[in-house]
């Protein structure tokens, strides 16, 4: 019972950051001023992160949930919930390039697939992906490129079956970054279940990690800069 009231609290603020983020949408769709200001104070305080993580709300709740990890490390969070990729794509420059990073952690496409900006196919949603590091290496960033997560249904969008698709895109930017000598970050052998979702003891929706979700992704994405740092 408490986890089910647990998961309908997690619905209801789902649809509360939905409809803030279409009042937002109308004025600023891919929210350039969310960290506006933080970058301004980094730019001026001469501060370059070691790695800026890029993605949507499972790269703020991480933030959120462990900041110690990013502080500690050097690397900055610029997630923004509900966020797909040609919303990033619009804000990579002022959110990542400007900060001028040695590599960039981009994680992204799950809410392409959701459909949270209208549908998206495999190409579109690896096109932005691509255009992203595209400009990274353009502007001397290293690129570590996250595969999206495992997700067998989405609360808000159920039913429209992830599991093809994502992997279609997993698969895609695996062979990308293997051929543009990019890092790949491949999370699902440790978190994905037999259905290909992810195990309910790392994410209690389905799709957002948990404490624990984000405890065994940090070891990974630590490597996967370290290896970002140490490639041509």
Request: hydrophobic share 40%.
């Amino acid at each position: 019972m408490k986890n089910f009231y647990a998961f309908m609290i997690l619905l209801l603020s789902l649809a509360t950051l939905n409809a803030q983020n279409k009042d937002r949408m109308e004025q600023d769709w891919p929210n350039l001023q969310k960290y506006h200001k933080e970058n301004q104070k980094l730019k001026d305080a001469g501060k370059k992160p070691l790695a800026v993580f890029m993605g949507n709300s499972i790269t703020e709740g991480w933030v959120n949930t462990h900041p110690e990890f990013f502080s500690k490390n050097n690397f900055i969070g610029r997630g923004i919930g509900g966020q797909t990729t040609p919303q990033m794509l619009i804000r990579f420059t002022p959110d990542v390039i400007d900060l001028k990073p040695e590599v960039v952690v981009i994680l992204a496409g799950t809410n392409d697939i959701a459909g949270n900006t209208g549908a998206s196919s495999v190409k579109m949603i690896t096109d932005n992906i691509k255009a992203m590091a595209q400009l990274a290496r353009a502007n001397g960033i290293k690129v570590v490129l996250s595969s999206i997560l495992p997700v067998y249904d989405y609360p808000w969008q159920p039913g429209i079956n992830p599991v093809e698709k994502i992997a279609a895109v997993n698969k895609w930017m695996e062979n990308y970054a293997l051929e543009n000598e990019h890092t790949y970050l491949d999370y699902f052998p440790a978190l994905a279940n037999e259905k290909k979702g992810m195990k309910s003891e790392y994410a209690e929706d389905g799709v957002h990690p948990t404490k624990k979700g984000y405890a065994v992704m940090e070891p990974l994405v630590h490597e996967a800069v370290k290896k970002a740092q140490q490639s041509k």
